[in-house]
């Protein structure tokens, strides 16, 4: 998490300290081997998004909302069709991160779309002390994986790639890895010792660079449903917390959805299309290198980047 999201954090009375994350003070880039260090605008956080959302659940309960569990299926204007139930509100507010509900999809026309891949080595593993107090970004053809460690001890590897990567292994994540490890040896010295035994979270068809424009009366989306940064930037929850307060403060001040969305869409603009930006450019290795090189010998532009790509 970056500075920006840490500073609304602790406007809710969650902030990472007390939730014990883990400091992180400098950027790392690998391309081939092209290294780079850079000090971070200011600090950032590794937290796990277990620990983030329970405390933001136990806030929210705190503050008087009432907290009901289903699975939903769909989503019209005014209702959410639920397993137990059906939901119905004049204002909806639709947060299901990177994961679609029927009724409100979000376009996918890329031909060789985004993938996440996420695995969380336990603590003490290898990789946990050369990381320190870093956040890890390994470029290679095709995509980049992030790497941070978390509260605990534990280290979180999260990989965006392009689907026709994750196929030339036989569309198994760990042979991936394994691929991933062989061509980069910075990124494989991280996965040294990680048991194949670990689960991988994956998600499918992630439309980086989206934005949502747009929206139903009475649909307010926010986070992911309202614009897709890249995760390299490290943003995504920022973007999440300042939709949300944007989308409450429009809804208070009777402003309809779609003229809310089109604001926050303006808002978001600049740091998703720099992210996106820098995301294509990190995909191709002839490039990459050259710019881990570049930002080595001129910190700021990276710094610069990096205060840019916030919401």
Known sequence: MSWRTAAQLRELGCGPESLG????????LYAGDAVAETALVEPGFGLS???????????????????????ARSVAPGCVSG?????????????????????????????????GLRVRLPAGSPASTPVGDAIELH???????????????????????????????ASDPWRLLDMLAEDNPHFARRMEGAD?????????????GWIARSSEAGLYRLGDQAAVIPSLAGEGMSIALASAEDAVEAYLAGVEAPQYQARF???????????????HLAEHRRIAAPAT???????????????????
């Open 49 to 71: 998004r277990h620990a983030l959302d329970t405390a933001l659940r136990a806030a929210a309960v705190a503050a008087g909302t009432k907290l009901e569990i289903d699975r």
């Open 21 to 28: 994350a883990h400091r992180a003070q400098r950027l790392r």
């Open 139 to 169: 470029l290679f053809p095709g995509g980049y994986a992030g790497i941070v460690v978390q509260e605990g001890g534990s280290t979180n590897i999260c990989l965006a790639l392009r689907k026709s990567l994750l196929g030339s292994a």
């Open 196 to 208: 194949h035994d670990l689960p991988i979270d994956t998600i499918a068809a992630v439309p980086y």
């Open 293 to 311: 090189r570049l930002a080595g010998a001129a910190p700021w532009l990276t710094r610069a980047a990096m205060r840019l790509s916030r919401i």
């Open 265 to 279: 869409a303006h808002r978001a603009r600049r740091p998703v299309g720099i992210a996106e930006a820098i995301w």
């Open 83 to 115: 397993s137990r139930r059906e939901w119905r509100s004049d204002a909806i507010f639709l947060a299901t991160g990177k994961h679609d509900v029927r009724g409100a999809m979000r376009p996918r026309k890329n031909r060789d779309p985004a993938l």
